[in-house]
């Protein structure tokens, strides 16, 4: 049975280090409370205007297929998962495909937020798997920096997240003791709203209630008006207890899924790579699947949540660290909004 292994791995994060002290310039908060609610001490942001996450992804693409061996032009599939697109319209993984000279190949662009690396990783498994695709690029990719509200008001979102890059190659193997050996994903989209951005978008639930009032040209703002800028419409929004108590019990249910059908145990995990959204989220999963330090991979200290990036950067770096060889059994495992949660287990 032919089945896909990662053939090189990638990342790339900002040189600019924002501290939770450098928030404190822009909005009432503090070291204390940032490191004690969700560990982080510093995440990275995008150079301002020389800086995308298409650029971004394209960094971290780099290093994936050069330890693929492999050239850009053997790519044959690209996925790109992020919630922070360069444009409304196209996606990030046409600018890629130009910005490494790519042949005309397919490109996918993933929308599921924080589980949209595991996302994309299930979709390229399965073109590999039918023996469609033999070298599929896949990217997680997030500039936050540019579209969270730097004011008090947006504290409890602003300060949680970072920008970032992480890729992977997907190749074809027929060793039986390598690659992903199952992919869940799941969705519950009864608390859409929960952890949202709301505009620009199609919904117009803001006029609703006065719909009969206008007239076409000012419908036509509804996508995106000042009304909405002055009311911080075009920033994320989260109940952050909400969607702490929901990612508790999704997180090890959907580890325990992937351990089940592979007939493991959390016992048999040598890394489990959560998204990392929270390190009390992680401590809560690594207590409740009875796992030891060393079998869960952390580094939100350093770069915040960065969304679809945070499962590929923290697996680039476990593996840069050597925490990862051939054969260990690794667990990747996201959450967020949508909801949507997604585990993919994995021989390296
Ligand atoms: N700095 C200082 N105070 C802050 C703050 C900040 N950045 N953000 C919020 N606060 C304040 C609130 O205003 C509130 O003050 P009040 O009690 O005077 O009203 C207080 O801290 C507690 O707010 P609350 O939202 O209840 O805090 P919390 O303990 O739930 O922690 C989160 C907030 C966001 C850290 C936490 O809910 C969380 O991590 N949730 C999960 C979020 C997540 O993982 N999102 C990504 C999903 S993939």
């Known amino acids: 049975m032919v089945r896909s292994k990662i053939a090189g791995i990638g990342m790339y994060v900002p040189s ?28 990275r942001y995008a150079h301002r205007t020389e800086e995308t996450t298409t650029t971004m992804g394209v960094e971290a693409a780099k290093v994936a297929i ?4 492999i050239t850009p032009q053997d790519i044959d599939f690209i996925v790109f998962a992020t919630l922070s697109p360069d444009y409304y319209f196209p996606g990030c993984g046409v600018l890629l495909q130009r910005a490494m000279k ?21 979709v390229a498994d399965q073109f590999i798997k039918t023996g469609m695709y033999k070298n599929i690029l896949v990217v997680g990719a997030e500039k936050h920096s540019f579209g969270l509200d730097f004011s008090t008001r947006g504290r409890n979102i602003s300060v949680i997240f970072g ?3 992480g890729a992977v190659v997907l190749q074809p193997t027929a060793d039986e003791n390598r690659g992903i050996l199952s992919t869940h994903l799941h969705s519950d989209g009864s608390d859409a709203e929960i952890l949202a ?13 006065n719909l009969a009032s206008f007239n076409d040209t000012e419908i036509a703002d509804m996508f995106m008006s000042h009304a909405m800028i002055d009311n911080a419409e075009n920033f994320p929004n989260m109940d952050g207890p909400a969607v702490f108590k929901t990612a508790v019990v999704k997180f090890p249910e959907v580890i325990m899924e992937a351990l089940t059908a592979n007939g493991y145990q959390a016992t048999d995990l040598k890394l489990l790579i959560p998204h990392q959204a929270n390190l009390r989220i992680a401590q809560f999963v690594q207590q409740k699947l009875k796992l030891r330090d060393d079998q869960v991979y952390n580094n939100i200290q350093k770069y915040g949540n960065t969304t679809a990036a945070s499962v590929p950067i923290a697996l680039c770096e476990a593996w840069e660290a050597g925490k990862i060889n051939e054969g260990d059994l690794v667990c990747l495992a996201a959450f967020g909004s949508g909801f949507t949660w997604a585990s993919a287990l994995l021989k390296w």
Not at 66 to 69: H, I, T
Not at 103 to 109: E, I, N, S, T
């Open 16 to 43: 600019n280090v924002v501290t939770n002290n450098d928030l404190t310039k822009y909005m009432d908060t503090n070291d204390e409370w940032i490191q004690e609610r969700t560990g982080i001490k510093e995440r």
């Open 66 to 69: 050069e330890r693929a061996g």
């Open 102 to 122: 790519m042949k005309q190949v397919g490109a996918l662009d993933v929308r599921n937020q924080c589980s949209g690396f595991v996302y994309a990783v299930s």
């Open 163 to 165: 920008d970032g890059a």
């Open 197 to 209: 951005m709301y505009n620009p978008g199609t919904h117009a639930n803001h006029w609703k209630e």
